[in-house]
Each structure stands twice: as structure tokens, then as C-alpha cells.
């Protein structure tokens, strides 16, 4: 769940102490060249993993959340990854022009997903189904379906299997939709709250004036 930005100033960090490390150990230690080349890389694989448990940490603490849990979310977030990336490998050998596109709005939903729930932790437990059931079925689905629409054979039971495939996942393809509403639930209540204040202060402002 730590973005790129936080793996690029870790990297920076640690990578800073490279050469700050080398100079005192050449330098202060007079140890020689491997040596102190050696124990600038143990300093620096070291740093780098100290600063990771730090933003771990600092990432834990910002959501409420506890060890476990951000393990087990983060766990999940990887699975699902994986998931999708082998959704989107199964769905390029399909070889149905409609069929790729809607397969391209599932993935599209199923990264928004992911993506919500990688910038806050939390909403993992509002879309849990999705990570579980809706995307690994999604996924085995679609393998299914590309392999089945490869076949030579185009007899009736064949295009029956298609398309009990296809409304399968049509109805999958729902059930992110409402994945995706269910995260966003709460940040729409939200902004109406914020946005009934407004125009609350808004027309008590106007009264005023006038």
C-alpha cells in the first residue's frame, strides 16, 4: 500500500548513505576500498529497510489500523493485482470485438477499485466481496470464456456455453459496478454534507446582504 513516492525517497535516502558511509570508512577508518564498499551496501540494504518498516508504520497509524490488518489488506491487494493482471492477459484473447470492450470496462472498474482501496487502507472492509469472490470469479471466468471462444467447433452446445459465459459475467460485471458504489458511499455522503453547509452559509450570506 506504500505508493511510488514512498519507495522513490526511500531509495533516495538509503541511496544518499552510499557515499557518506564509504568516505568514513575510507576515510575515518582507513579500511580499505572492498571493505568499505561493503559496508556501505550492508548500511545502505539496511537504511532501506529501516525506512520501510518506518512508513509501514506511519501508513498503520494514519488509517487506525493494526499490524495484522495492514498486512492481511495489503495481502490482498497483491492477490488482486495479480488477479487482474491475468484478467487483462485472458481478456487480449478474446477474440469478440464486443466482448473485449466490456472485459475492458470490468477491468477498468476493478483497477479503480484496487487503486481506492491501496490510497485508504479502511474501505478494504467495504468492498470485501470484491477482493474474495468478485474479481477471482471475474478472472477464472474469463479465462474460460477465451478459451472457449478459441474452440473450432461452433455447435449449439458450444455457443450455449459462450453464452452462459457471457451473462455470467455480464452479471459480474454489475456486481463491480456496485463494488465501486459501495467505496465510494460514504465520500458521496460526505460531499453532500459539505456541500448542504455551503449553500446553507451561502444563502444565510445573501439574506444578510441583502
Known sequence: MLHAGHTALRYFISFITIPVTFMIAMSGFHLGFWVSLAIAALVYMTSNFIIKVYQRYKKRKQFGLTKSEYNHIEAQIQEARESLYNFNRMATRVRSISGFKHLFEMSRLSKRIISIVRANPPKFYQ????????????????????????????????????????????????????????????????????????????ERSSKEES
Request: proline share 3%; glycine share 0%; hydrophobic share 40%.
Open 127 to 202: 468492498a470485501e466481496i470484491f477482493f474474495y469472490s468478485h474479481l477471482p470469479s471475474a478472472t477464472e471466468l474469463t479465462e474460460k470464456y477465451a478459451y472457449l471462444s478459441k474452440q473450432p467447433i461452433k455447435d449449439t452446445e458450444m455457443h450455449l456455453a459462450l453464452q452462459r459465459t457471457r451473462d455470467a459475467l455480464e452479471d459480474l460485471f454489475v456486481s463491480l459496478e456496485k463494488d465501486l458504489r459501495q467505496i465510494l458511499a460514504a465520500d458521496i455522503e460526505e460531499l453532500k454534507v459539505e456541500l448542504d453547509f455551503v449553500t446553507r452559509r451561502s
